[in-house]
């Protein structure tokens, strides 16, 4: 299935498609609410994070990595949620660093905003991103890197199969710091029929 937007995915329960503009005020909404939850897991956040102009070159710097096949970002949506107004924002999931050629892979990156952490949403979310990475991309392999004391990150992964690589030093700059991340991955032969 697609959206104007590009791909779209479907899981248990919930839906994801690429961002759109229209998307900022949940989005906007969901994160500063989020704030608290989210920052000691992100890169800093700048001054104009919650922006609407930063939301807008965010968007469209996820239409163009989609237009050269170098990533694709999906906002999370649960489906029938009571919110009023439709499907709820819930978080997002990103493929970014694809690499084609002899790799084959992508990295995986996600966020699930504070009303919705702990319920699984994560797992489900993963879990029907697979087979677009696998099936639709036709990758070999999927990467993902947590944070040593991110044990709902590392439930996520390992209950979606990844399997634990080994330690990357000083990996990435989070929250102002460079940090140690628990390295996993996921091939293609590894998933159950």
């Not at 329960?13 to 704030?35: C, K, M, T």
């Not at 990595?65 to 999370?76: T, V």
């Not at 999927?142 to 080994?166: D, T």
Request: aromatic residues 12%; positive net charge.
């Amino acid at each position: 299935m697609t959206h104007e937007a590009g791909p779209v995915v479907e899981g248990d329960g919930l839906w994801l498609r690429p961002p759109v503009y229209a998307d900022y005020p949940a989005w906007a909404d969901i994160r500063e609410r989020s704030r608290a939850h989210l920052t000691p897991f992100e890169p800093q956040w700048s001054a104009e994070e919650l922006a609407r102009a930063s939301f807008r070159r965010r968007v469209r710097h996820y239409q163009r990595e989609i237009r050269d096949d170098l990533g694709y970002a999906f906002f999370i949506f649960l489906t029938g949620s009571d919110t009023g107004g439709g499907d709820a924002l819930a978080g997002g999931i990103t493929l970014s660093n694809l690499r084609r050629g002899v790799t084959q892979a992508v990295t995986l990156g996600y966020w699930i905003g504070k009303p919705y952490a702990g319920q699984g949403i994560m797992s489900k979310a993963v879990s029907a991103v697979l087979p677009f990475v696998f099936e639709g991309l036709r990758l070999h392999r999927i990467e993902a890197a947590c944070l040593q004391h991110n044990l709902p990150s590392i439930r996520v992964l390992e209950s979606n199969g990844f399997r634990y690589e080994g330690l990357a030093r000083k990996y990435l700059r989070i929250e102002g710091k460079w940090q140690d991340h628990r390295l996993y991955a996921l091939l293609e032969g590894d998933r159950c029929p």
